[in-house]
């Protein structure tokens, strides 16, 4: 996987929860209120782009090695715009590659939580995209986040794991 990518990613979201936090911890009168709230629904949107770049930069620095040019030109034209990844779109797209890989998350301890989380993540974001009011938390957003990084080493566990 680009390294660059998921640390970019990453940094920027610790920074924006370090901004949030700040902010939280010095309104002691709640006039900061809205500033925060704008501030949690831009982390959400950042952390569902994180999830979704850095889900299919993984798939593709995966098969970078494994298959043709060609291949990975046409599954990079695939993957590219893939937005909107709840628990049964994600699957579809493992799936496509081999159900091992799904069958080896569903294992993993955290699955049915961070299905939650990928749900909750991409409801809200798409509220906020379509001028719905949502009042996600940062505790929520943190958990979310967390998950999918934990995710994503889940996944490279699968990937890579030697087949019998």
Known sequence: MSNDLKQNFEYRIDELVSRISTLRKNDNSGSLDDTIS??????????????????????????????????????????????????KKLEEILNGFTTIWVDGLKSWIDYDEFCASLGTIYDNRN????????????????????????????????MYRRRA
Not at 57 to 72: D, G, L, V, W
């Open 127 to 158: 509220k906020i995209a379509h001028g719905d009011s949502t009042s996600i938390g940062i505790q929520t957003l943190l958990t979310s986040y967390n998950y999918f990084k934990s995710f994503f080493d889940e996944l490279s566990k699968v």
């Open 38 to 87: 704008d501030l949690n629904k831009y982390l959400c949107v950042l952390i569902s782009g994180y999830f979704e770049k850095v889900l299919v930069n993984q798939i593709i620095n995966y098969s970078s090695n494994r298959t043709a040019p060609e291949i990975q030109n046409f599954l990079m034209d695939q993957l590219k715009h893939t937005t909107n990844i709840k628990k």
